[in-house]
């Protein structure tokens, strides 16, 4: 739109306007007259001949000419009539541009600072995903340095289990040392027959109750084999569990490992807990051993911990369409249904603040898919929990 162009006849009177002026001059010249624009336009009335004729000028611009027939004192008063109105509406006409051309001129400055906005809010949605993933990331990092210090921690705390085995050893260390004593006496007892004859040995036997001497030796003897075997298995299955040594890769059969890892939490369960082996036979596994019986140690932890006082844990594997099931089951207190989705997020826990890190099952769920596996946990709160692991058969990637 353009504010310096000056406005025609055509575009100054128009519509009702244009109607009425028709109806005026037709009263003041009759009907034999014309408004014919600069353009050429017939505006108002009709063709004729040997009309007067006046120019229509608006500030010395010409924009058209009146013609009729009448005498010419009416032809001027009419002329003055449409150049008085043209006036009108040409102030009219600059206002409305005027009007027009502010309006467009907001508009366009409003249009501007949409743009503007629109940039700057692309901008800072740019930022704002970008610090999102940096956020992330911050968080992924930690998190994994977080799992690893877990792991290495765990890992190294075989010590922290010793503790519990060293107390666990030393029950049948008591009472084998103490059968040796007794066993001691007992051959200082028989070493008295040495160099008796006929009637004084009898005598000797009888007074020193060798009968129930050599029999309980025998006993004594037995029961301390029977210790010293609970000794070697008890560390026989510690020495699995830290035979970590976590470099290389192992075939492995996974009942070894549920059995002696099992073994020694039943250790430091303290006789509180039953627990029982369903084992079927598996097909080797290669896996990392260590991580495998952290895992295992991991979950059956849980199991010992959600028991208070007497219970059960079931401990058992299947092989079953080419895949390794192994699992651990328990009747404690259960996983309430709100809590378990979130029990492998890390650092989720319920235990009393620093007894629990709340990794164990995320470091789990990690190693079980680390050897291509995978873990699901079910729960019936009040009556058990189940931990089931599956692995393909002969082991991860
Ligand atoms: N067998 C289970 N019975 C009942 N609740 C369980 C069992 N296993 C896990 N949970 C719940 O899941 C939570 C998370 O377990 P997770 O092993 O990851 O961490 P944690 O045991 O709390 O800590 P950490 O393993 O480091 O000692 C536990 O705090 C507990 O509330
Ligand atoms: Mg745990």
């Known amino acids: 739109m353009s504010f310096d ?3 025609d006849l055509s575009e100054l009177l128009s519509g009702e306007g244009l ?21 050429g336009e017939w505006l ?28 010419e004192a009416r032809l001027r008063g ?38 503007s906005l629109l940039k700057s ?22 998190e994994t340095a977080q799992r690893q210090l877990y792991q290495a921690e765990k890992l190294a705390s075989v010590g922290q289990l010793a503790a519990g085995v060293a107390h666990e050893i030393n ?52 029961e301390s084999v029977t210790g010293v075997d609970r000794v070697a298995r008890i560390v026989s299955n510690l020495k699995d569990f830290s035979s970590v040594d976590g470099s290389g890769k192992k075939s492995v059969d996974l009942c070894e490992n549920l059995r002696s890892v099992g073994e020694l939490v039943s250790g430091q369960a303290g006789g509180r807990i039953e627990f029982e082996y369903d084992l079927s036979p598996l097909p080797p596994f290669s896996c990392f051993p260590g991580h495998i019986n952290q895992m295992l140690l991991n979950i059956l932890m849980n199991a010992v911990q959600s028991i208070e006082g007497g219970g059960r844990i079931r401990i058992f594997s299947r092989f079953e369409s080419g895949e390794i099931l192994i699992g651990i089951a328990d009747d404690g207190c259960g996983i309430p249904d709100e809590a378990i989705s979130r029990v492998f997020d890390p650092f989720y826990t319920t235990r009393v603040v620093g007894s629990g890190t ?39 990637k």
């Open 171 to 222: 029950n049948p260390l008591g009472f084998v040392r103490s059968n040796l004593a007794t066993a001691g006496s007992y051959l200082k007892d028989l070493k008295g027959l040495s160099g008796l004859e006929g009637a004084s040995v009898s005598s000797y036997w009888k007074a020193n109750g060798l009968d129930f001497v050599l029999e309980d030796f025998a006993q004594l003897l037995e």
């Open 44 to 71: 108002l009335g009709r063709a004729g001949e040997g009309r007067k004729s006046i120019s229509i000028r608006l500030e010395l611009e010409p924009l058209g000419h009146l013609e009729a027939s009448c005498d």
């Open 5 to 7: 162009r000056e406005a």
């Open 78 to 115: 009419a002329a003055g009539l449409v150049t008085a109105l043209l006036k009108e509406a040409r102030r009219y006409h600059m206002a409305s541009e005027l009007h027009l051309e502010a309006v467009h001129a907001d508009y366009e400055a409003l249009q501007e600072k949409h743009h």
């Open 358 to 396: 709340g990794l164990g099952l995320t470091v789990s769920r990690d190693i079980a898919t680390a050897h291509g596996g995978s873990i699901g946990i079910e729960s019936a709160p009040g009556r058990g929990t189940e931990v089931r692991i599956r692995f393909p058969a002969g082991g991860g």
């Open 19 to 39: 109607e009425s002026l028709g109806k005026s001059l037709a009263g003041l010249l009759g009907e034999d007259y014309a408004l014919v624009s600069s353009k």
């Open 121 to 142: 809010e692309e901008k800072y949605r740019k930022l704002a995903a970008e610090l999102d993933l940096r956020v992330k990331e911050q968080v992924r990092t930690i």
